[in-house]
């Protein structure tokens, strides 16, 4: 038993042995995440309470262990990937909807709920949670808010943040706070609430959150679009805003992706389109109608083809077919390097342009999707790691991508967060002085630096 | 000269003498806000651009001299009131809208700039910037963002953090930093724009400011309906967003508001009405037709008396009478106490009723309106302050009216911030985990003390 946690067994009694598992496997089990990073954690905790949170919390910041709090590891640059010898925090035995209350529209959870489960809880009630990662059937509204997750509904309706009215955290000395509350509005103090969202588990653990949920609109309908060039779908999607409708979802395809969709499972769409956009729009019936109608028109004078999705079954095919796209990659080459860049809306015809010279200069395929609406491009370098040589010009594609996007005045991630993956290229879109700030507001939370280190800054 | 800033002359020289005034009358102009506080700042600084302010601030850090930034005042709680001997730093010299990017949708602005000078210049371009703090035909978008401002819009289009992308902040020690950018989403580090937004100036000096725009709406539709009992207009409240509508504006005024605009200047107004709301619905002109009979139709449902703003003269008039309350109100008594609490919106009638009982406990008129549409009302309690006996009971019926804010899981602050007024009270908002926590971010952020001091925290 060399872990870590029992050095001091004389000292101080590790919390929760109920709760605690040093079991090989499931330590293995629960030492990586999506970014496929895996880590050597010295011991997993399910603790079922703040109270028990606060327990292990202090615990390990008297032991000065490293602590890692976890939801389901769906993350995609390794935010939850432990670093050596690091207890798990697993929360997701912390999985209760503690309140839906319709009357002021907040709902109360603990950070283990599967965001899918609450959307089907909500939905039953004529409710709405908008967003909706990729993961959302598998994902915790936890690991959503240490991530500040997004989604396909961003462009409409915002990101986890816009949604979370208030946070009861666990600090890295194991005493319990709470920030914000049950109103919509709140301007007592800093706000922590949203210092705390998209900080990846390094300033405390979550243990409640109060979210603000809306009316399920009435209708919603779902037109798909597709284009022999690539710059007509690139201005709809300006067309769009200017004409001063904001859909609900507004994404985008790129021919590679439609063909991988394509080929890995056939769903209709025209293999031979530049250029696709998934448009849904929502509100009442007749809105939802009307604005179905001047989309149409704008795709249609831009040489789009138009077809609206009939029923729920047609619906459901086309989203399908979009959320087949990861796995459909992995058909074209083993290993996905996945960014997520952000430009301002208006340039991404730009950065399609130059992620074209850089897939050519470094002779490396590249597929883009996403999030036309908001500029949110998931830009996917197909390679296989195995592969020393290929693998290591599609490193260098990256930087170069992340040179131009920021370039364009775009951010290196939209919606993924930085963890492990990215933290090397942090200091090429923040300057030194806004990391030294960053650091100094981690150290007022985590003076011991025990809560998730080695994530988001190099060095640290 | 008994001004603290040159008391080091020999050692450091004030860097910008001739945008420096020690004027007496002008000091006083400077030194205080719309809170009536009046403060004895030592010296005003007008900087007209950020490499001014860094030399300020720099110069008043290595003198441990107080600084404090101001827009045009206009706050409600006394954060720009100095403390003594403190630099004015104000900001109205920096007032340049520098971009208006319409294929983006970014506005960039310094923070001088009018708020209601913005909205003219994008409503001239077919732009919208929703934030609308009733002084924003005066107030600076830097104040807004200092404050976090609000307005009667935010029930549909959320506040001024809402909308804020991005920042350009001068740190206490002079150092410049970049928050945020030019993207709707960013993930990159701590959010810290979001962390400075509503810190109220004690965290570091905005000197630019990156903002999301929107398409202005189509068409806006304003209804007005009276109510002979109070719980029909706030059944009114739920049930409209019950219908899943989310309408632009959803004011409230009660009997005594009523009375007194009407009183003040006869705009029409039932003046025999227990209660009044003032809705307004935005989107396509169809959209708006759609809301506002549906929402006619719940008023009715509940006994309101509905009438619709026929033409833009009458949406005027209607505004008009809103807006009047605050001047009306002082001839009731010469004293207001201006508190802006929240409950979560479902609460409103019973806060509403918990009011009139500390009315009549402590013998003093209180006069409520607001934005019912999220919960934020805004309780006056008309009294004289030279009256030394009423203004005591006026000052237990504040204590009382936050205690049963914070019993119905409320706020004591919806948009006012805290500042100097409400210092003494966040402690029964806040535990003193959180108010560690935040003292600890302020901490990180200025060593010294010198950004805006004696703000938001009792003895600090």
Redesign the interface.
């Known amino acids: 038993m060399a872990f870590n946690i029992f050095k001091k067994k004389e000292e101080s009694a590790f919390p929760l042995p109920e709760r605690t598992s040093t079991d090989k496997e499931e330590l293995f089990c629960y030492g990586f995440d999506a970014s496929s990073l895996q880590g050597e954690p010295s011991a997993l905790v399910k603790p079922v309470n703040t109270d028990e949170v606060s327990q292990v919390v202090a615990f390990a910041n008297k032991q000065r262990t490293p602590i890692v709090p976890r939801g389901a590891g769906t993350g995609m640059t390794g935010g939850a990937v432990p670093v050596k010898d690091a207890i798990i925090l697993s929360l997701d035995g912390m999985n209760r909807i503690l309140e839906i209350?319709?009357?002021?529209?907040?709902a109360v959870v603990e950070p283990g709920v599967i965001n899918g489960h609450l959307q089907e809880k909500l939905e039953e009630r004529?409710l709405f949670y908008p967003p909706d990662p990729a993961s959302m059937s598998f994902c915790t509204l936890g690991g959503n808010v240490a991530?500040?997750a997004?989604g396909p509904r961003?462009v409409k309706y915002?990101?986890t943040?816009?949604y979370v009215l208030g946070l009861e955290v666990v600090?890295p000395d194991g005493?319990?706070?709470?920030?914000g509350?049950?109103?919509?509005?709140?301007?007592?103090?800093?706000?922590?609430t949203?210092?705390i969202?998209?900080?990846e588990g390094t300033?405390g653990v979550v243990t409640k959150i109060f979210l603000k949920i809306?009316?399920?609109?009435?209708e919603t309908m779902t037109l798909l679009c597709t284009y022999s060039h690539l710059n007509d779908a690139a201005m709809t999607v300006?067309g769009i805003?200017?004409?001063?409708i904001?859909p609900r979802t507004l994404e985008f395809m790129d021919h590679e992706s439609i063909l991988a969709v394509e080929n890995y499972k056939s769903y209709g769409l025209p293999a031979d389109a530049e250029a696709l956009l998934l448009i849904e729009v929502d509100?009442?019936h007749?809105?939802a109608l009307?604005?179905t109608g001047k989309i149409a028109s704008i795709c249609n004078a831009l040489n789009g083809s138009v077809s609206i999705a009939e029923d729920m079954f047609a619906k459901q095919r086309i989203w399908e077919a979009r959320r087949a796209i990861s796995p459909a990659l992995y058909r074209i080459k083993p290993t996905k390097i996945n960014e997520d860049i952000?430009?301002?809306?208006?340039?991404i015809p730009e950065m399609l342009n130059e992620l074209k010279g850089i897939s050519e200069k470094y002779n490396v395929k590249i597929v883009n999707f996403g999030h036309a609406g908001?500029?949110?491009i998931h830009v996917n370098i197909m390679t296989d790691k195995h592969d020393k040589e290929e693998y290591d010009r599609a490193g260098k594609a990256v930087e170069d991508i992340f040179k131009a996007t920021i370039k364009l005045?775009?951010?290196?991630?939209?919606?993924?967060?930085?963890g492990l993956t990215k933290k090397q290229y942090?200091g090429m879109?923040?300057?030194a002085?806004?990391?030294e700030?960053?650091k100094?507001?981690?150290?007022?939370?985590d003076p011991n630096g025990i809560m998730n280190p080695g994530k988001?800054?190099p060095n640290f």
Do not use: C, Q, W
């Not at 005493?175 to 920030?179: I, K, L, N, P, Y």
């Not at 809306?214 to 009435?218: A, G, K």
């Not at 952000?342 to 340039?347: A, C, I, L, S």
């Not at 005045?409 to 930085?418: P, Q």
């Open positions: 209350d319709e009357k002021n529209m907040i004529g991530e500040n997004g961003a915002g990101v943040r816009d600090l005493r319990v706070m709470m920030t509350g049950k109103t919509y509005k709140n301007v007592v103090g800093y706000d922590l949203r210092l969202v998209g900080s300033l809306l009316p399920l609109p009435e300006n805003t200017s004409a001063g904001i509100g009442s007749n809105a009307e604005d952000v430009v301002p809306r208006g340039k908001d500029g949110n005045n775009g951010t290196i991630s939209g919606e993924h967060g930085i942090i879109e923040l300057s002085t806004t990391i700030v960053m100094a507001v981690k150290k007022a939370f988001m800054f």
